[in-house]
């Protein structure tokens, strides 16, 4: 056999590889898109999300002139704002690592089809910026890493890209909605006024670097100090939607005040025979009273205060 064979021969097997690669693909293929979502998230000023965790009813999320707000349905409110840093942070990071599907079959299967995935359009004004279907999630128990599968909302192709994008996006509702109930530094703290029923109601009050109860009674500084960090963070997320405060008092009231703040107050609402839950932190939003047990955090009695003395 002759050079010039050899070297026809060579080719013609090259010329098969990459014909192989270009049109049958495989896993270890890089023929597809290497980026999938190019926006600036500076420019997002809306957000809809169809998830099956919300039954696949549209969420909006419309950027106001200071914040975001979310609607579903005839119910509004203001949104969470690490939801919506977190939504836009896991988009742009949104990298194809394989190629797993080219056909419309093999959508249900990875959970990229209308019934089964979360798609999210992301808007500057009208004008639509992208579109992806989020679906399954999968973990690979050998190397200890996340993936999700993903579809362009105009493409039939399916990719693997890293990360566990369904915690960020399929969410009900709720999952998007601001739950703030309170937050306070525990060192501006200087007033605690409890307006209870009867005559139970007491005020917890910081006179020089000491708390006492109603001013005369001296107040155990171990038990304030495990009050005053339980009021560090409070997130509510038992929602009471249609709930009217207007013309009703409130049963229970805690005001909280102090330096280098505005006074917060917190109320206990008679709805029936339980209670709901208001913070001005949070004027929009109401609360089951048993969510997370924030009423029996806030509303104690002045006993707990009260210092006690070993024989």
């Known amino acids: 056999m002759n050079r010039n064979s050899i070297l026809l021969i060579v080719f013609v097997l090259l010329l098969a590889i990459f014909l192989g690669k270009r049109f049958l693909g495989g ?6 898109r290497e980026v999938l979502v190019e926006v600036d998230t500076a420019a997002v000023t809306k957000i809809v999300l169809y998830t099956k965790a ?6 909006e999320l419309i950027k106001t002139s200071a914040t975001w707000d979310v609607k579903s349905g005839n119910i509004s409110d203001e949104a969470d704002k690490g939801s919506i840093g977190g939504m836009l942070s896991s988009l742009v990071k949104i990298t194809p690592k394989r190629l797993v ?4 079959d093999k959508w249900a299967q ?3 089809n209308d019934s089964l995935g979360t798609q999210v359009k992301v808007y500057n004004g009208d004008k639509l910026l992208a579109d992806v279907i989020i679906g399954k999630f999968n973990f690979q128990q050998a190397t200890r890493s996340m993936s999700t599968f993903v579809r362009l909302g105009d493409d039939k192709d399916v990719y693997s890209v890293d ?11 709720n999952g998007f909605r601001d739950k703030t109930f309170l937050e306070t530094n525990k060192t501006d703290l200087a007033s605690l006024k409890f307006d209870y029923p009867g005559d139970s109601s007491f005020v917890l009050s910081k ?17 304030v100090e495990s009050f005053l960090n339980g009021l560090r963070s409070i997130r509510q997320r038992d929602f009471v939607d249609g709930f009217v ?5 409130a049963l229970y009231q805690l005001t909280v005040d102090g330096n280098n703040m505005s006074p917060i107050v917190v109320q206990g609402f008679q709805e029936g025979e339980g209670l709901v839950l208001h913070s001005s932190l949070n004027e929009n939003a109401f609360f089951e009273e048993g969510g997370l047990n924030a009423f029996e955090k806030l509303f104690v009695p002045a006993g707990q205060f009260f210092e006690t003395t070993g024989e």
């Open 110 to 112: 990875y959970e990229v």
């Open 54 to 59: 919300n039954d696949h009813e549209a969420v």
């Open 245 to 249: 405060s207007a013309g009703k008092s």
């Open 207 to 223: 006179i020089g670097e000491k708390w006492q109860v109603n001013e005369t009674m001296a107040a155990d500084s171990a038990s």
């Open 101 to 104: 599907a080219k056909s419309g």
């Open 27 to 32: 896993d270890d293929s890089r023929n597809f």
């Open 163 to 173: 990360g566990f994008l369904s915690s960020t996006f399929n969410q009900p509702f």
